[in-house]
């Protein structure tokens, strides 16, 4: 059942740690970033803002730009018009709080007051407060919602659903959830894919999909 998925998965693969890489300030740009794109664009996204910047004072920086200049430094990562746009619409509402992430982490209803920032809907807001803020809350992507699909027969598309699942079957813990949600990427890059590789799959033995 979905309370072994972690165990499956760590014996798979090994412990991933946070898995997503950066400090807090980057994380919260890249959350941003990877919306309908690959981690590999991203990164040619971050590279062209480190072009003529260091990694200091990151959103204030970014914050203070041309929202079009900022456009063309993230291109890699398509859509970059629009994502210039959400990312501007982030850094505004952190603006409020001077930055100061430890401030920010600290306020009531903190994942409301991001899901009402115009482009940030529940998957970046919540890879926001679990990797950048270190607040236990899990990420549902895509990944997730195919992997329990395959592997238990549970077919839910609405996400606090999804996310309640989990809610219900782990304890709220941010390592456990930062490492599971990687686990699950990871899985699902490697042989979970949208055609699956069941033959190199070092957990068929627990899915529906293979039985």
Not at 134 to 154: N, Q, S, W
Request: one cysteine or more.
């Amino acid at each position: 059942m979905l309370k072994n998925l972690y165990k499956l998965l760590l014996k798979a693969y090994g412990s991933v740690g946070k898995w997503w890489p950066g400090t807090s300030e980057e994380i919260i740009v890249t959350a941003v970033l990877t919306q309908n794109t690959n981690w590999k664009n991203v990164e040619r996204a971050i590279e062209n803002i480190y072009k003529n910047k260091t990694k200091e004072k990151l959103l204030e920086y970014l914050y203070e730009l041309p929202v079009d200049y900022l456009a063309e430094l993230i291109k890699p990562a398509g859509f970059y018009n629009l994502k210039a746009r959400r990312l501007k619409n982030l850094l505004s509402f952190l603006k409020e709080y001077d930055f100061d992430l430890s401030k920010i982490k600290r306020l009531e209803n903190l994942r409301e007051k991001l899901l009402k920032i115009n482009g940030i809907g529940k998957e970046t807001a919540d890879s926001i407060l679990l990797y950048a803020l270190e607040i236990p809350v899990f990420v549902v992507d895509a990944y997730t919602k195919r992997l329990l699909k395959r592997m238990y027969g549970i077919n839910l598309s609405d996400y606090d659903s999804v996310q309640n699942l989990f809610y219900e079957n782990y304890p709220k813990d941010v390592k456990l959830f930062q490492e599971l949600h990687g686990l699950i990427v990871e899985h699902s890059k490697a042989v979970c894919r949208k055609n699956p590789i069941c033959s190199e799959c070092k957990i068929s033995d627990n899915c529906k999909k293979s039985i």
